[in-house]
């Protein structure tokens, strides 16, 4: 039963609300809130990022549909823009979505091969269109944007999945062998975990140089491997299991130690590997994780002037260095060049389509794997799991947007989530302009990260202001970009008991202000349509839809709000009224908890 309708046209309506259960499902997902995982094509959904609903369950990888930032913002000088055909995988990459370790910005992959979509205009070695290879740290996605130094054209006989499976490993073993241990002709080497794609190219690279190899594995099918591909001796293949390997390698060269020790064990066994150093012996780790957990190295082998060197090719890509950016640069190079040359060879690889993209990782993680594990992106009807693109908003930087009422509690973080989303002109418009300190700290602090900002002092109520704020939108030639009207006034009471005044203190912000604003727009536009501004946000509240008893003023002054939206959107303009629920850590409540108990005592 209800007492309240409508009587409209001969028919009786009345007012109920259903939930749509497909749009709030599909709004959760795209704030992220929800898991919701369509099996589509992955084209369809580019660009895409591979994220994870569960730190460390691989059967919950997918692929989160991207807003494409990218088509908002132009190319900074020296970069550009790819499409990616093949991601080759590294131990880093797989472990940082196990959870076992951390990266900077939480990059998920490396080494990549794909076709230039775009090019800054100071790059000039590569061009739309080109076949590439990359070597840079990145998050898995169908696209990536990376700096043009870190990108080397290929020829067409030059496969996607082959170029990105050699850019980690060659370069770490060239700067590891070179760089850090200057490893010389004659010199005998340890490499730990000589199968893994490191390992291979380690043992390739230091029999060039002309070094004996001596290496661990962990399995009889990895020390086979050794034996039938790589020709190595099995004499000069030990457990990495334990620290047997120790008195084995000592007995091989007669106790002399080994030069040169490349380190990828952990805990003990780094440090059984420590002692095995010959007099001038150099051993480098390749695994910080594993280094900062190590402990304290046994200080009696550094008498014998050996030499511990932590190699991390990462630190060369994020040094501000020139001098040491340069030797990333020239190690990609030389690894291209050294395998057109024919003196190096690709590491054995598997490729996984990217429909696989679980089975791919889970097969990294295998005790036996002996092969280079490649996702190729290159079938354009492959299917995966995606989840539709996050919401985001975008300003524009040249555009100027208007703030009203925007410099108290709640509406210092809408201003702060404007600026966030790229906004840089702020004309904001109060009564009390920027007298209280909070508002000048603000302000203060919006000029300190690059924004132009003007305070008006004014009543959004009064058009003479309104109008005054809107010019200082345009002076010169500038353009609105969007307003936020967040002006509104409280005065409480039951209805039967509200006096005229009080009423008004309720509504007219929302209401007349509203008006105002809108009428000082459309004059600017009705002049030139450029006015026009991409968005028109008024703060609403949730009160307009559940009501309360003391704020009939307030309500109706939201609904009109609603209503207003409705309308400006009716006429092709841009508005959208967002319906505010109960926000206790800042604004009104904040400072009023008592309210804040009241709204909690009626479900709100």
């Given amino acids: 039963m209800t007492d309240e309708f409508i009587q409209k046209d001969g028919l009786l309506h009345i007012s109920k609300y259903y939930p749509d259960v497909q749009l709030n499902t599909l709004f959760r997902r795209r704030l992220g809130l929800q898991a919701g995982r369509d099996i589509e094509l992955l084209a369809n959904s580019h660009p895409a990022r591979l994220s994870i609903d569960r730190i460390g369950s691989i059967d919950s990888l997918f692929f989160q549909q991207l807003s494409d930032p990218t088509a908002h913002t132009a190319l900074d000088p020296g970069y550009v823009d790819i499409d990616v055909r093949a991601v080759s995988l590294n131990a880093k990459d797989v472990y940082t979505m196990s959870g076992r370790v951390d990266t900077r910005n939480m990059t998920t992959a490396f080494d990549f091969s794909g076709i230039v979509t775009s090019v800054a205009p100071d790059v000039s070695h590569v061009a739309v269109g080109d076949r590439v290879v990359v070597s840079a740290p990145h998050h898995l996605g169908?696209?990536?944007r990376v700096p043009a130094g870190c990108v080397h054209k290929t020829t067409r006989n030059e496969e996607f999945t082959v170029m990105p499976s050699m850019l980690v490993i060659y370069p770490t073993a060239l700067y590891a062998l070179n760089e850090c241990a200057h490893l010389r002709s004659g010199e005998f080497i340890l490499v730990h975990a000589g199968?893994?794609?490191?390992?291979?190219?380690?043992?390739?690279?230091?029999?060039?140089?002309?070094?004996?190899?001596?290496?661990?594995?962990?399995?009889?099918?990895?020390?086979?491997y050794l034996i039938n591909e790589l020709s190595i001796p099995s004499s000069h293949i030990f457990n990495s299991r334990n620290s047997t390997f120790v008195q084995g390698i000592m007995s091989a060269i007669g106790g002399r130690g080994v030069d040169v020790i490349l380190n990828s064990l952990v805990g003990?066994?780094?440090?059984?590997?420590?002692?095995?150093?010959?007099?001038?012996?150099?051993?480098?780790?390749?695994?910080?994780r594993e280094l900062i957990d190590a402990g304290k190295l046994d200080m009696s082998v550094?008498?014998?002037?050996?030499?511990?060197?932590?190699?991390?090719?990462?630190?060369l890509f994020y040094s501000q260095d020139h001098f040491h950016r340069s030797i990333w640069d020239r190690l990609i190079s030389e690894t291209i060049q050294l395998y057109r040359d024919g003196a190096i060879q690709p590491p054995p690889i598997k490729v996984f389509d990217v429909s696989?993209?679980?089975?791919?990782?889970?097969s990294f993680l295998s005790k036996d794997l002996v092969v280079k594990i490649v996702i190729s992106m290159e079938d354009q009807q492959a299917r995966g799991p995606v989840s539709p693109?996050?919401?985001?908003?975008v300003f524009d930087p040249d555009k100027v947007y208007l703030l009203v009422g925007c410099l108290g509690g709640l509406e210092r973080s809408l201003s702060r989530w404007v600026m966030t989303r790229g906004a840089r002109q702020f004309v904001f418009l109060g009564r009390?302009?920027?007298?209280?300190?909070?508002?000048?700290?603000?302000?203060?602090?919006?000029?300190?990260?690059?924004?132009?900002?003007?305070?008006?002092?004014?009543?959004?109520?009064?058009?003479?202001?309104i109008t005054k704020a809107v010019e200082a939108?345009?002076?010169?030639?500038?353009?609105?970009?969007?307003?936020?009207?967040?002006?509104?006034?409280?005065?409480?009471?039951?209805?039967?008991?509200?006096?005229?005044?009080?009423?008004?203190?309720?509504?007219?912000?929302?209401?007349?202000?509203?008006?105002?604003?809108?009428?000082?727009?459309?004059?600017?536009?009705?002049?030139?349509?450029?006015?026009?501004?991409?968005?028109?946000?008024?703060?609403?509240?949730?009160?307009?839809?559940?009501?309360?008893?003391?704020?009939?003023?307030?309500?109706?002054?939201?609904?009109?709000?609603d209503a207003f939206a409705r309308w400006r959107r009716s006429r092709g303009q841009a508005c959208v009224s967002v319906g505010l629920g109960m926000i206790s850590e800042v604004g009104n409540l904040h400072k009023n908890p008592e309210i804040e108990i009241l709204l909690l005592r009626k479900g709100i």
């Avoid at 696989?356 to 889970?362: D, L, M, N």
């Avoid at 920027?434 to 300190?448: G, K, T, V």
Wanted: include cysteine.
């Fill in 142 to 144: 169908t696209a990536v």
């Fill in 195 to 224: 199968s893994g794609g490191l390992g291979i190219a380690a043992i390739i690279l230091a029999r060039r140089i002309g070094a004996t190899v001596y290496t661990t594995v962990g399995s009889d099918v990895k020390r086979e």
């Fill in 268 to 288: 003990d066994l780094m440090h059984d590997s420590w002692r095995c150093l010959a007099d001038f012996g150099r051993f480098v780790e390749v695994r910080k």
């Fill in 302 to 315: 550094f008498p014998c002037n050996a030499t511990f060197t932590a190699s991390d090719l990462c630190e």
């Fill in 356 to 362: 696989q993209v679980a089975q791919a990782y889970r």
């Fill in 389 to 393: 693109p996050l919401y985001l908003s």
């Fill in 432 to 465: 009390s302009g920027a007298d209280r300190p909070s508002a000048r700290q603000f302000i203060s602090r919006l000029e300190q990260a690059s924004a132009t900002v003007e305070v008006v002092r004014g009543d959004v109520c009064n058009l003479s202001d």
């Fill in 473 to 561: 939108c345009v002076i010169a030639g500038r353009r609105v970009g969007g307003v936020v009207q967040a002006a509104m006034g409280l005065a409480e009471s039951l209805f039967t008991s509200m006096t005229n005044e009080a009423w008004h203190t309720g509504i007219d912000l929302k209401w007349q202000g509203t008006w105002n604003l809108h009428n000082a727009l459309q004059f600017h536009v009705d002049k030139d349509q450029e006015n026009e501004p991409d968005s028109f946000l008024p703060t609403s509240s949730i009160s307009e839809t559940v009501g309360t008893a003391t704020e009939s003023n307030y309500c109706s002054a939201n609904g009109f709000l």
